[in-house]
């Protein structure tokens, strides 16, 4: 079965920089698949972050944070990695990674399960 370990959040000033790792285990063929992250606010649904298909070729990104985050993946390490600069304080969510089917034309759904515990990004002006 498959687990995800979210971690590198923390409290951050606003234009303040983090890198969130989610490490993957008990999934053989790692390089092959896409990935994303998403991030939940309180009281506010999931929302998606950035995805990256399975080679890192291609990605996409929400329209908030694009040229702010960056989205990458190390395939010896099963780890994908999400680059948060330039943060602002609504960016303060819990942050999730999670496997996704990548798409050309669009952003990722979000995966009706299989969620870990995620990571607290909390970003004060």
């Known amino acids: 079965q498959m687990q995800l370990a979210e971690s590198g959040g923390g409290l951050v000033q606003a234009g303040g920089s983090l890198k969130l790792a989610c490490v993957v285990s008990?999934?053989?063929?790692?390089?092959?698949?896409?990935w994303g992250w998403f991030r939940q606010a309180p009281g506010k649904e999931r929302e998606f972050v950035a995805d990256?298909?399975?080679?890192?070729?291609?990605?996409h990104y929400r329209e908030s944070v694009k040229g702010r985050f960056t989205i990458s993946k190390d395939n010896a390490k099963n780890t994908v990695y999400l680059q948060m600069n330039n943060l602002v304080p609504e960016d303060t969510a819990v942050y999730y990674c999670?496997?996704?089917?990548?798409?050309?034309?669009?952003?990722?759904?979000?995966?009706?399960?299989?969620w870990g515990q995620g990571t607290q990004v909390t970003v004060s002006s």
């Open positions: 008990g999934r053989q063929t790692f390089s092959a698949w896409a």
């Open positions: 999670n496997e996704v089917k990548f798409s050309m034309d669009k952003p990722a759904d979000i995966p009706p399960g299989g």
């Open positions: 990256i298909n399975w080679s890192g070729r291609y990605t």
